[in-house]
């Protein structure tokens, strides 16, 4: 049994991250004021007059149980899986800033600086056209030539595209995955996997074997845009993944690049749209380099485009680092693909479908917690909480929806997953609309 102290700080850093949970608000709170040993060493009434925290997280800061936090510091140990701490200076600062941040970071491999050199997340969607498999590779492989550090989900498409075009051009890349980071997923990028713990790392707020549940994906969005200047849209539908990160780099403050397409192409709508709100046009790397030049120009070698002779081929690099070029035929996550709207019940062949002249019924008015009719998606606790305060009859901001323990990053993607879900839409404004 191991003897507790200060000197065992990881294990009190991933009991805190227990209590807190993902994504916690009330973390980001208490995190800059106490040290996670001093939070354990506290009686049941000195926890009680912490501020900023709700009745839930001080019940479960008085659960002096730290066998799991062992076990996982053991595993990590045995594993060599680094725990970065909130605490720890290898921790991105950016990162830090945000207003949920993981209060442990869980790595394999070695984390890439970026602190003083630009960081540029890149998403997109699986169904990745051509045209977007090759801006993806290109863009990804010329920014990581000059020294951007490219941060990607490693998921299927877009992201994991983008990887190998850093790895080609060998540079540094982080992915960073919402399941442990022991977990074979997707199965599919084992070799990219390996490729990237050998000039990057592999990171995930998650212990290490924590499975890959579909809630986890959109919550490890937040990590992708937050320790980045700035994020890059590939392709991407309206309602997929993707977006989750794009609006989540726009509430963090960050930059957000936007390659356009063809309008009618559904992997242009995302990208296409977010330019109409006020997104960078990228049109090619340089478009991108030029605003991180004048601060990071002595980190960047701006010169490298120039001086290659030869420019890596996309297809070979896919192929090189076992990245299939299409994953149509391929087995995927629920999550890690763009989303459609649960299938509605079909109605009974005895009910005559409506006609312009009558009037809908009041079907639509059904209390929509209670939607989607597919059981494969059911609404998380914050989901539901966040759709019970929006009115039924009126559009609302995500600012009216923020509430203790809940905030904006977080409401933000949960409103992109109920529009997944197909029970709220968004309107011109930035508002939300419960359908």
Known sequence: MIRLGKENNNIFWIWLSLACGVASREFGRIAPTYEPYELFSMTEEE???????????????????IEEAEKIAALCEERGIDVISYADPRYPSRLRNIEDPPAVLYVLGELPSVENRPAIGVVGTRKMSEYGRRTAFTMANELALTGVVIVSGLALGIDAVAACGALAAK?????????????????????????ILRSGAIISEYPPNEPARPQNFPMRNRIISGMCQ???????????????????????????????????DV??????????????????SQEILKHYEFLYGEMLDLGALKKRQEI?????????????????????????????KPTPKSEPKSIPKLTPKLKPTKEKETPVSEAPSAPSV???????????RM???????????????????EVLTVLTMLELYGVVESLPGGLYHRK
């Open 378 to 388: 059911p609404l998380s606790p914050t989901e539901k909480a966040v759709l019970e």
């Open 391 to 409: 009115p039924i009859d009126q559009p609302i901001s995500p600012d009216a929806l923020l509430s203790n323990g809940i905030g904006i990053g």
């Open 267 to 284: 992997g242009a709508e995302g990208p296409n749209a977010l330019i109409g709100e006020g997104a960078h046009v990228a049109l090619n």
């Open 171 to 195: 540079g540094k890349t982080v992915a960073v995955l919402g399941c442990g980071v022991l977990v074979d997923y997707p199965k599919a990028h084992r070799k990219l996997k390996l490729a």
């Open 47 to 65: 926890i009680e007059r912490i501020d900023g925290i709700g009745e839930k997280l001080k019940l479960r800061l008085c659960n002096k149980n």
């Open 312 to 340: 890596p081929d996309c297809d070979a690099a896919l192929r090189y680092f076992g990245v299939p070029a299409d994953y149509e035929t391929g087995r995927l996550g629920r999550r890690e693909a763009p989303i459609s």
């Open 230 to 264: 700035g994020t890059l849209l590939v392709e991407g539908a309206l309602k997929s993944g993707s977006m989750i990160t794009a609006r989540l780099a726009i509430a963090q403050g960050r930059q957000l690049f936007a390659v356009p397409g063809n309008v009618g």
